[in-house]
């Protein structure tokens, strides 16, 4: 089933799609925190969302996509085996796209392309009120070409930029080929 819609769905795309992650950080840290200045939000493109299933339960405000999920927004892609989107609206319809999102989650093995850079995790929750997207699991994998941070929790405030990638209980990982950044110049 496909639906296409063009409200902040968005967000949750972008956020992790434009992580710049070709600056260097302490890899002795248990977590980092950086300004991730290619972040920005984006409303102006149509967003395609395709799954083996679709249920939209009015009543409860939550539509659920399940098996295979595919969410593309321009050069952004993001892949999960569920995706929940909670909505808000009096009177508003999912199937008639005048609503607002409010929280979305994402399950079963996440991931996020836009060019070189992607992300990967167990789990994923966008929250609109905050602008807060975090990424959780066992590793959450964040790479640009051959630059490689790793984690147990990504947090992205997008109001301004800041990202923090927590460790798993130890310290983050983190490989940054030199040459890369001779590229990005």
Do not use: H, W
């Not at 405000?61 to 999920?69: D, E, I, L, Q």
Request: with cysteine; glycine share 10%; hydrophobic share 35%.
């Amino acid at each position: 089933m496909t639906f296409t819609r063009t409200k902040s769905i968005s967000a949750a795309l972008i956020t992790v799609a434009a992580l710049c992650i070709g600056a260097a950080a302490p890899a002795t840290a248990q977590n980092t925190t950086r300004q991730m200045d290619g972040m920005k939000l984006s409303n102006d493109e149509p967003i395609q969302i395709e799954s083996d299933q679709l249920e939209i339960k009015e009543q409860e405000k939550k539509a659920y996509f399940t098996g295979n999920v595919k969410v593309v927004q321009g050069g952004t892609t993001m892949r999960a085996g569920k995706m929940t989107v909670l909505y808000t609206g009096e009177g508003g319809s999912m199937t008639s796209g005048n609503t607002d999102i409010d929280k979305i989650f994402m399950d079963d093995k996440v991931f996020l392309s836009s060019g070189e850079q992607q992300a990967t995790a167990d789990k994923g929750q966008f929250d609109m009120a905050s602008q807060t997207f975090v990424l959780t699991g066992e590793q959450v994998v964040l790479s640009e070409g051959p630059n490689v941070f790793k984690g147990c929790k990504l947090t992205v405030l997008m109001n301004t930029g800041e990202a923090k990638l927590d460790s798993c209980g130890g310290r983050v990982e983190i490989l940054l080929d030199p040459k890369s950044r001779q590229q990005q110049q």
